[in-house]
């Protein structure tokens, strides 16, 4: 694939098929539009958990096994935190990865945009692909839960282990948000757009919920192709099949691709998955579980043959 690709993406499972592009393609044709619905604010630093994710990942610096956080990583400065001042160390934040929320907030606080930001972190950290946050505003997703009433992001995910029913996901601040012209300008020029595997309605619901950008994909007359995180029947780690049931939904990828109609002109399924009967939508069926590097290669590899077959 020689064009431009922008890829909508969420933490550790669009991560995944991030990096699987990243090692396929040039950087120069990569885009990652990234979820910051999950960013907060802990002890006067600002925590992106997922720009982060996909920002070590690229890097080569990610813990491989947890998918999140830098390999290798010791919590010291947390660790004190609880030791000499009693402060509940509910958000693991570690030592290297500690200095990415201390640069990202003199930056921010010096007044620069989240997306200028980004830029220059990953420029430092040697990654050539645009890594931007899907808009420049605080947009915090809320969770309305069953138990605890209303619950910030963290709250709910970390803290509760995502245990808590969830009843409604909000984006409150979402009135105060817009595209940025970086994003704008990443989706003008893509000759093709991905939705990453991740949780539709924690990391991509919260991008798409960015006001314009419902509108951008849909005046788009490229392929806008979405990857089940959906397979067999359940998630392959996180809480997107729970919320799938707890929302009444089937947990199944033809209730994820229904939540992206009109967005999406074609969907990448898992081969275990029962065909899509969704009609007017391109569906593949390919190995979408990313176990290893080369899974990873693969199914960006199948993906990207399987999308150009259907536009030469
Ligand atoms: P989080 O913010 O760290 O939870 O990460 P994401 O939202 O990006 O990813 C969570 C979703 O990724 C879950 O719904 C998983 O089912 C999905 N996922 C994780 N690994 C894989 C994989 O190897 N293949 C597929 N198809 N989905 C995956």
Known sequence: MSGNIAVLVGGVGGAKLASGLAELLPPRQLTFIVNTGDDFWRLGLKI??????????LAGLVDAEAGWGVAGDTTAALDSLEQLYGLEPWFRLGDKDLATHLLRTQLLRQGRTLTEVTACLRRRLGIGATLLPMCDADMPTRLDSLEH?????????????WQPTVRAIRHPNSAGARLTPAVNGALD??????IAPS??????????AVPGMRRALMNLSVPVVAVTPIIAGAAVKGPTAKIMRELGLPV??????????GLINGFIDDCRNEALPIAGLRCARLNTLMRSPEDKIALARAGLEWIESWTT
């Open 189 to 194: 020029e893509a000759d093709l757009v991905l």
């Open 252 to 261: 199944s990828a033809a209730a994820v691709a229904q939540y992206y109609d």
């Open 149 to 161: 009433g209303e619950l910030g992001f963290q709250e709910y995910f970390v803290k509760r282990r």
């Open 199 to 208: 949780n539709p309605w924690l990391s991509i619901g919260p991008i798409l």
């Open 48 to 57: 992106c958990p997922d720009l982060d994710t996909v920002m070590y990942t």
